[in-house]
Every structure is written in C-alpha cells, then in structure tokens.
C-alpha cells in the first residue's frame, strides 16, 4: 500500500532549500524515520534540487519544483517534479576515484555519484515538459535505512 507522506512546492531558489529540509524533517520526525534516513534524504534532496536550480534553468526562469515523500511497504520514495533542462539523474556516473579531484568533476558527477551510492533505485522520466525523479530508499524493521 502506498501512503503519501507529504508534498511541497517551492520556488526553483537555492534559498529554498532550508524549506525542503524542515519539511522532510518534519516528516521523518512525524513518521518515525531514524537519523540516518534524514541524513540520506538530506543529502539527496540537496544535490538534486542545488543541480537542478543551478544548471536546469539556464535563462534564470521562475518555476516551481514539488518534492513529494512517500511510503510504499518497506520502501522509502522521494520524488522531485520540475520543468527544467532535461538530464537524466537515473543513470550514475562511473568516477575513476583515482584520476581525478573533486574540482575535475563535472555536473551531477560527484553529487549524483553520491545520491546513487545510498539509494536502492534513482529514476528519470520527461513527460510533456516535465522532468520527474523518484529516489528509493529501503527501510529497515526500524525505519532506518538498509543501504
């Protein structure tokens, strides 16, 4: 059964980001998540969302991101909707650790590398516009996260 947890719409403003971290706090406080799934979503939600305002929306264009949490069974989804540049943050990025700094990477390098290494499934779809990226995070018996 899938329940929503909790939506909110922000502007795409880096400002913004504080909001969505009280809201997912919030939620995760409500919903009895432990420290390490906020930690996870926190750092998911800021990649995502810093990548998305930063380099999505190149003409500076006002728009509105949603970001939706819900539960499905043992499984922890995040859900990020806008209208910005396409780029799909589904796939991971193969860093060669070794060959290169963190300043060498590019765009959703090591962000995205990151956001793929605590997530069981990231996911990109475009629909008429509008780019939808869903991150899952499994639970454990106790709400902390299996990854």
Do not use: C, W
Request: aromatic fraction near 4%; charge should be negative.
């Amino acid at each position: 059964m899938t329940s929503v947890l909790g939506t909110l719409e922000v502007a795409n403003e880096l400002d913004e980001l504080s909001r969505i971290y009280t809201f997912l706090d919030d939620l995760a406080a409500r919903h009895g998540l432990d420290d390490h799934i906020r930690r996870h979503l926190s750092l998911i939600v800021e990649e995502l969302f810093s990548n998305t305002v930063s380099y999505g929306y190149p003409e500076a264009v006002a728009d509105t991101i949603k970001t939706e949490l819900t539960k499905e069974g043992d499984r922890l989804i995040l859900t990020l909707e806008d209208h910005a540049t396409s780029f799909d943050t589904g796939t991971a990025p193969v860093l060669d650790m070794t060959e290169m700094s963190a300043e060498d990477m590019s765009v959703g390098g090591l962000g995205l590398f990151l956001v793929h290494q605590v997530s069981e499934e990231v996911s990109h779809s475009r629909k008429d516009g509008t780019n939808t990226t869903r991150v899952v995070l499994r639970l454990g018996s106790n709400g902390s996260d299996q990854n």
